[in-house]
């Protein structure tokens, strides 16, 4: 295939176009650049449709190896001008190497309790770096994925991909309508955990253990009530400064690490 020069080809006018969550959304692909991120893609066997490389820009050895191991899989490789390439990346000085790759969603009722530590649900979060932040904490952890709820931001974002640093291609991502999380959660065996700085119990307090479920409101609003009334752990995080809140990020991460740390001591005793 020849170098493309041109930001008028389709192929390029498609994949700019992903930065637009109707584009996202309507061709189930989305777009990545880095050589972490991609790497983590191939290596991790993502949906990969196609490599997007400036073969001028590809100076490390490791991102070479990630072509020929796509090009193995039976990925395309587009070859763009440096130019195009600055034009298609979100960053300054970019290292000449992205991915189309094709979304991958877990169906709400194929969730089965297993060994992970748990799965995280979001209540309407609306920022893609928190989002992202999560996925990377909930890697971290050792958590199973999350479970986005209601309206809430596209985990394909490229700040959320970015803020994720591959972990949205280690975790499972699934969407639902509260009422059918609540109806699922129900019949699925999983404790559900929700985080309010209304609940009454101090989140230390609680003996966490799998299988369970962490929910987290949205930056704005929190569980709203009826949510998390549906809870069988409520509890909340102390906070002595002025502020009033914590970040979505912060608060899901402290949360995280808790039931991570007990489970931990579990082990050890």
């Known amino acids: 295939m020849p170098l493309i020069s041109s930001m008028s080809n389709p192929t390029i006018k498609h994949i700019r176009a992903l930065r637009q969550r109707k584009a996202r959304e309507e061709s189930g692909q989305f777009f990545i650049e880095g050589i972490r991120l991609v790497g983590e893609a191939v290596q991790l066997g993502a949906p990969v449709e ?99 709820l209601d309206e809430h931001v596209d985990p394909h974002d490229p700040g959320a991909t970015r803020a994720s640093m591959g972990a949205i291609f280690s975790l499972a991502v699934c969407r639902a309508r509260t009422p059918d999380f609540l109806r699922w959660k129900a019949a699925s065996g999983f404790a559900l955990v929700g985080a309010s700085d209304a609940a009454p119990l101090d989140y230390q307090a609680v003996t966490y253990a799998p299988p369970q ?31 009033d809140s914590l970040n979505l990020a912060v608060a899901t991460g402290v949360m995280l690490y808790e039931m991570f740390s007990q489970r931990r001591a579990a082990q050890k005793g």
């Open 50 to 148: 196609a490599l997007v490389v400036a073969p001028d820009r590809l100076e490390s050895p490791f991102a070479r190896q990630i072509v020929d191991e796509a090009r193995g899989r039976g990925a395309r490789v587009i070859e763009v001008t440096n130019a195009v390439f600055e034009q298609l990346s979100g960053k300054d000085n970019p290292h000449g190497l992205g991915a189309l790759v094709r979304q991958r969603w877990t169906p709400l009722e194929r969730i089965r309790p297993g060994g992970e530590l748990c799965w995280i649900a979001l209540h309407a979060p609306q920022d893609p770096g928190n989002l992202g932040t999560i996925l990377r904490t909930g890697d971290a952890v050792g958590a199973a994925g999350v479970i986005l």
């Open 213 to 243: 479920l962490l929910l987290m409101g949205s930056e704005r609003q929190g569980l709203p009530g009826d949510v998390l009334a549906a809870c069988d752990h409520r509890v909340s995080l102390p906070m002595v400064g002025r502020g």
